[in-house]
């Protein structure tokens, strides 16, 4: 990344800092009420003895039967201590790859984060998110929400960038409140000026253009325009197959002209929307390195033996003509950033400045329809709870007085012989 768009964000990150250095730290985070465990925690207990139960999996497992939700679920539910948790997950893998497994019900996902955070193994919550495939941890927005604001509190924004990436790839901002503080996290962390590779440019550019897409405002627009340009970037350097691999993203090349698209929908906006002002930097710095590097090819082409050319991989036709565009780009760019310039549709302020004043100002508002939310979730899940414990206990029952009457049966031919 450019060195003169990171110092940009970095200065601005310590005057906001400056503000108010007792208060504003936590003011954008989400509140007590949301995390707050007393709710969760009120449900009816069903205390269970995590070595029987994992004595009885055990060997479930070990005559090929299938173990059932409601057992996971109490293990999770009862989890009482870290090592545990490891257990746990241990559980929770097996059961991904039995035939149960798109039977784990979405309490139990949730629970499990909460046990986690509880008992300090977020990194196990993560783990497990990021291998979804192999554990089955898909959480819901609220879910997803407890966990970046965990992160959030202790500043370690390169982690909550990695559950806004899950988020992403589960197409999953449906909420608000989601939403901001996706966009919060990602303005953070792109403000700790981080040393990105090519497939973590992807994923952060794949992060910013499908959130910004949810928010029609100064935010979610830079927001979008610096997805397109990350993706824009991995285009002109890697090809196309290589921006929408494993990403939920629409496959067709010109994200660099997307990004400008962006640009010239705030010039036509008849609403106050602006772009951050490190962000065209951004874009400027970018279109110059890809420029510098597409002349440098040039040059050290005409130095290659003919064999050397033989070696060199095949560029696809369709990538290399959209290479040929940087001049284009850089052009329309300056144009378009003229315009804006005139407009005064460019904000002094930088992205993360930008998304902090967005969090602090529609947090508040966006909690309280999530925690109703919860509320009727919890409800539905405790309801649904019962009825499995209420099933598994009639066919525990039947099972029984089956193997009673076989034990009869066995007997009577037992005295007529």
């Known amino acids: 990344m450019a060195a003169s768009v990171w110092r940009a964000c970095m200065t601005a990150a310590v005057k906001v800092k400056r503000l108010s250095p007792s208060v504003l730290a936590r003011r954008w985070l ?30 479930t497992y070990e005559k090929n039967l299938p173990v059932s939700s409601l057992t996971v679920s109490q293990f999770v539910d009862n ?29 139990t996902v949730h629970s499990w984060v909460r046990q986690c955070l509880k008992y300090g193994a977020r990194d196990k919550a993560l783990h497990t998110l990021q291998n979804k495939v192999q554990y089955g941890i898909f959480p819901d927005n609220f879910t997803f929400n407890l966990l970046i604001d965990s992160y959030l509190k202790d500043e370690d924004f390169k982690s909550a960038s990695s559950v806004v990436e899950e988020v992403m790839l589960q197409e999953a901002f449906d909420l608000p409140s989601t939403q901001i503080l996706s966009l919060y996290t990602l303005a953070s962390y792109l403000a700790t000026r981080p040393q990105l590779t090519v497939s973590q440019e992807r994923a952060l550019g794949a992060s910013l253009l499908i959130c910004g897409l949810k928010q029609d405002n100064s935010v979610g627009l830079t927001a979008r325009f610096l997805g397109n340009l990350l993706l824009g970037k991995v285009e002109m350097q890697k090809g196309i197959h290589a921006v929408f691999k494993g990403m939920p993203l ?98 002094a302020s930088d992205f993360g ?65």
Not at 44 to 55: M, Y
Not at 86 to 97: G, I, N, P, S, T
Request: glycine letters at 2%.
């Open 30 to 59: 989400l509140s007590a009420a949301y995390s707050d465990t007393t709710l969760w925690e009120a449900r009816e207990k069903d205390p269970q003895n995590l070595a029987l139960l994992a004595s009885n999996m055990d060997r």
């Open 250 to 347: 629409f496959w067709e090349r010109g994200y660099m002209s997307r990004a400008l698209a962006v640009m010239e929908s705030v010039a036509a906006s008849a609403d106050d929307v602006k772009l951050a002002k490190d962000s065209l930097a951004f874009l400027e710095d970018v279109l110059h390195g890809l420029s510098s590097t597409s002349s440098d090819s040039s040059d050290s082409s005409g130095e290659e033996s003919a064999g050397e050319e033989e070696q060199k991989e095949e560029v696809d036709e369709d990538d290399q003509a959209e290479r040929e565009k940087i001049s284009e780009y850089d052009s329309k760019f300056k144009e378009m950033a003229s315009q804006l310039e005139s407009q005064g549709k460019i904000d």
């Open 79 to 107: 989890i009482s201590s870290r090592e545990e948790v490891d257990q746990a997950e241990y559980y929770l893998y097996k059961f991904r790859h039995s035939p149960n497994c798109w039977y784990l019900r979405d309490w």
């Open 353 to 417: 400045t930008l998304a902090t004043a967005l969090a602090q100002q529609l947090l508040p508002s966006v909690e309280r329809p999530d925690l109703d939310q919860y509320e009727t979730v919890l409800g539905a899940w405790e309801a649904e709870r019962r009825q499995l414990i209420q099933r598994e206990q009639e066919s525990r029952r039947k099972a029984e007085e089956e193997r009673q009457e076989r034990l009869a049966a066995k007997a009577a031919l037992q005295q007529q012989a």
